[in-house]
């Protein structure tokens, strides 16, 4: 199952804006919307962002999501302590006929 | 309160079976697509399956003719029947909802999620 890609860690100071790419093919973010799931340990993964840059309730708008061609971010700004967490994008693909995930990004606030 | 609670986990041996179980509440369960992804120990998140609400099934291809799933509108629970277990199939569990059940699965994303449980695959 092919997979998309994202840098492996991200870091910031408190305050500070990191940034989190996540790279795929024509056939999952070409063609299909991107999510963003933010996955704490010993908790269930929540969504962050949905459809590029929906942000569901309850979900700080410190987070915003964006879409490119076959690329997507999730931009955190003012970063926060509990902001650490492993970050994970995902996509329909249509040529595998299921959902591909990123491969993981670890946010550390220094 | 929409809730998932999840039951089944365990040890198993290389080649045996298991099913796990997702019980929702709180929401119309025929109305949704479900699905599940899990973890395996210092991995990632890796999808594994969907179910739609007419039953259409989708698999990984890494499970593909070991698990099945299912789903009992009836008992608002949704199942993965494991079988040819192997070591690499060792991992946290989730089941999802769909965050939205009037979208389509392609467009949908997956909220919210079980409590997890873990599936150990050794001998």
């Known amino acids: 199952q092919s997979v998309l890609t994202q840098p492996p860690s991200a870091s910031g100071t408190p305050g500070q804006r990191v940034t989190i790419s996540c790279s795929g093919s024509s056939s999952d973010i070409g063609s299909n919307v991107v999510h963003w799931y933010q996955h704490l340990p010993g908790t269930a993964p929540r969504v962050l962002i949905y459809?590029?840059?929906q942000r569901p309730s309850g979900v700080p708008d410190r987070f915003s999501g964006s879409k490119s061609g076959t690329s997507a971010s999730l931009a955190i700004s003012g970063l926060q302590s509990e902001d650490e967490a492993d970050y994970y994008c995902a996509a329909w693909d249509d040529s595998l006929k299921g959902c591909v995930f990123g491969t993981g990004t670890k946010v550390t606030v220094l | 309160e929409v809730q998932l609670v999840q039951s089944g986990g365990g040890l198993v041996k290389p080649g045996g079976s298991l099913r796990l179980s997702c019980a929702a509440s709180?929401?119309?369960?025929?109305?949704?697509?479900m699905n599940w992804v899990r973890q395996a120990p210092g991995k990632g998140l890796e999808w594994v399956s969907s179910?739609?609400?007419?039953?259409?099934?989708y698999y990984a291809d890494s499970v593909k003719g070991r698990f099945t799933v299912s789903r009992d509108n009836a008992k608002n629970s949704l199942y993965l029947q494991m079988s040819s277990l192997r070591a690499e199939d060792t991992a946290v569990y989730y089941c999802?909802?769909?965050?939205?059940?009037?979208?389509?699965?392609?467009?949908?994303?997956?909220?919210?999620w079980g409590q997890g449980t873990l599936v150990t695959v050794s001998s």
């Open positions: 179910i739609t609400t007419s039953s259409y099934e």
């Open positions: 709180g929401f119309t369960f025929s109305s949704c697509s």
């Open positions: 459809s590029n840059n």
């Open positions: 999802a909802r769909v965050g939205d059940c009037r979208v389509n699965l392609r467009d949908n994303r997956f909220d919210p």
